[in-house]
């Protein structure tokens, strides 16, 4: 008996660590660290602790993440995988040194493309340029002289301020593919970057050259409708509705929407985008969106201005709170006072470039895989064929789960830890309530167990299922419920 709940225990573990990694495929971080949490509830492995760590690394949670891979490095030192994450959040902390030390130690173990590249990175962080070129040049050879590839090199060297490095790597991406994805955006920026954020002919070129190429850039459009806002350009709106209307979740392109409606005096307009940006930045954690302090402030003066002056600091006092955190961060902001949202800097942009495009090392460029409707995969951008593997994938997962877990429960409800066997009975149910005897079981164990409404809801369901059995009607009829194909019984005549 224990080594059948032992093995469907493990069956369990595997089962969910697989969805944690189809969760992370499919880019719903908060479902992939669940899952993975769950998984160490039934067994605890190192590849649990690495899962777990790279989904709170997703969601920023870096200190969680560290402590996790320090269990899975002390279970399996020789584990490549967790000493790459590891290093990649030591990056995040800007602990470059360690980091380093991280992904050679990931490299002894296993060569891994997006390894080196991590170390490259940290290495021009540090500016030990040679050594990180060197590493590039390995990598050409290995992967061959690829316009995603110098993509790739360019972004690191763009995020190490090495402007000039960076765009001629983006040059030769582009002399490679003039239409490589996201190109000549890369590129716009990187000159912009190294003009301070002035707008100068070249990055506009580049943005506009990206949008000819992929007219539904969203990157290209919103920076294009925020420098123009900047600038007091009359396209700004153009560029900035057509990048809300590309993605409706971006708080950043409806706040200047809405900043730029209050410079003109649209005070109705500009309140209804501000809640909305302020909405969306919300729901996505307002740190990850600074500069959406200044729809704070200035809906917060439209609202004093319009007589609600209550409402109007509630939005003060979380415009507050919002640069205590950027000063507390010792990050550089605009500061309180911008006339309704006129006075901008490059500090403005910062949430932007938390959020850029992604470059792919190769691939999907994530590690791995709620059903897929859900809103959890709304930040996942798989291909066609990819969302069909994933579905496939899941519903395969989900039926090993059901089974397992109806498995699990049988065991602890012969051993009468009726309680507990009902739980894992509605977990097989959660997961797939097509398992052969699921709810009879289910229903007979809820009965022991003393959960009579629980009992009844199952045990109609079985009755439906197959409404020869006698004992689950009797049951029923002793908790004084209906069931499935009873015949009512048939009042006596009242005698005079």
């Known amino acids: 008996m224990p080594a059948a709940a032992a093995a469907s225990e493990k069956i369990i573990a595997l089962g969910l660590r697989e969805m944690g990694k189809l969760r992370l495929f ?8 669940r899952f993975s949490r769950r998984s160490l509830e039934f067994e605890d492995v190192a590849d649990a602790h690495v899962d777990l760590a790279a989904a709170n690394l997703l969601t920023s949670r870096v200190d969680e993440a560290l402590k996790e891979i320090s269990q899975a490095l002390a279970a399996d030192p020789r584990n490549a995988k967790a000493w790459s994450i590891q290093g990649q ?42 050594k990180a070129a060197a590493i590039f040049l390995e990598m050409t050879v290995s992967y061959g002289d690829r316009s995603g590839l110098h993509l790739l090199f360019g972004d690191a060297y763009r995020k190490a301020t090495l402007y000039g490095d960076a765009i001629r ?46 007219p539904g850039n969203f990157y290209a459009n919103y920076l294009l409708g925020y420098l123009s806002f900047s600038s007091h350009q009359p396209e700004a709106d153009h560029y900035l509705r057509e990048a809300a209307r590309l993605n409706p979740s971006s708080s950043e392109a409806w706040l200047y929407l809405g900043l730029n409606a209050y410079r003109r005096k649209e005070n109705q307009r500009a309140e209804r985008l501000f809640r909305k940006a302020i909405a969306l930045a919300e729901r996505s954690g307002v740190d990850a969106h600074t500069d959406i302090r200044k729809a704070y402030t200035s809906l917060g003066r439209i609202l004093i201005a319009s007589g609600r002056a209550a409402e109007g600091e509630q939005y003060f006092e979380k415009a507050r709170a919002i640069q205590r955190n950027i000063l507390a961060d010792n990050q550089e902001g605009s500061g309180m006072g911008d006339s309704g949202g006129s006075g901008l800097s490059s500090a403005d942009v910062s949430s932007l470039a938390q959020n850029e495009p992604p470059v792919p090392l190769g691939g999907t460029g994530k590690d791995a895989a ?20 994933a579905a496939a994938q899941e519903k395969f ?6 089974g397992a877990f109806s498995d699990l429960a049988t065991v602890e409800a012969m051993q ?17 309530p097509k398992v052969p005897n699921l709810m009879r079981n289910l229903g007979f164990t809820a009965y022991r167990a003393g959960n009579h409404p629980e009992a009844i809801r199952a045990l109609r369901k079985a009755l439906a299922l197959a409404a020869g059995d006698d004992e689950a009607r009797a049951v029923l009829r002793e908790l004084g419920t209906t069931f499935p194909g009873q015949v009512p019984q048939k009042k006596e005549d009242k005698k005079p």
């Open 26 to 33: 499919e880019a719903a971080y908060p479902e992939a660290a």
């Open 416 to 432: 009468k830890q009726y309680a507990v066997a009902l739980g894992h009975y509605q977990e097989a149910e959660g997961w797939d």
């Open 89 to 130: 959040a030591q990056m995040k902390k800007k602990d470059y040194r360690a980091a380093v030390e991280s992904f050679e130690k990931s490299l002894e173990i296993r060569p891994d493309r997006e390894t080196s590249y991590g170390l490259a990175s940290c290495l021009l962080r540090l500016k030990e340029k040679e």
């Open 169 to 214: 790597e983006f040059q030769r991406a582009l002399s490679l593919d003039p239409k490589v994805p996201n190109g000549h955006y890369f590129l716009g920026l990187t000159y912009l970057m190294q003009s301070e954020w002035v707008l100068t002919p070249e990055a506009r070129r580049q943005f506009l050259e990206q949008l000819r190429v992929d």
């Open 370 to 389: 709620t059903p897929s409707g859900s809103n959890a995969l709304s930040h996942a951008e798989l291909k066609q064929g990819q969302e069909r593997q």
């Open 397 to 402: 997962l989900r039926s090993v789960l059901g």
